[in-house]
């Protein structure tokens, strides 16, 4: 009878990295590893398949128990990240007229004669 070896679970494991993936990768992933996932801008996360993530708590490859919870963000907080350059309307007031027209004098005729 032959014996066979029984993969001995570590009570730690590696927080795996998780900011990029898809939501269905990044629970795979995370199960794969042994940690299961929260996700509290997204009550739906289950079922929630293309968005990505952008932040994770804790950070990657930090040891923590088997079974611990990896909390996941889908959305930047208000005034984090996120970029802003998507909408690009015309803001109002206007900034005033200036530049190098307030700078500088308005060319004159070439042809005009040279009088002084």
């Known amino acids: 009878m032959t014996s066979v070896a029984i993969p001995f679970k570590t009570p730690d494991v590696r927080v795996p990295r998780l900011v990029g993936l898809m939501a269905m ?11 299961l996932l ?6 739906d996360f289950r079922h929630a398949v293309v968005d990505h993530v952008v932040r994770q708590y804790p950070p990657p490859g930090v040891e923590v128990p088997r079974g611990a919870v990896v909390t996941v963000w889908f959305d930047f907080p208000e ?3 996120g970029g802003g350059a998507g909408v690009r309307e015309p ?3 206007r900034p005033g007229g200036g530049g190098l027209q307030r700078e500088l004098d308005r060319p004159r005729d070439p042809f005009a004669a040279i009088t002084g």
Request: charged share 35%; net charge neutral.
């Open 79 to 81: 005034g984090e990240g």
């Open 38 to 43: 929260a996700a509290p801008d997204r009550p």
């Open 25 to 35: 990768d990044a629970r795979e992933t995370a199960a794969a590893r042994g940690v």
């Open 91 to 93: 803001r109002v007031p």
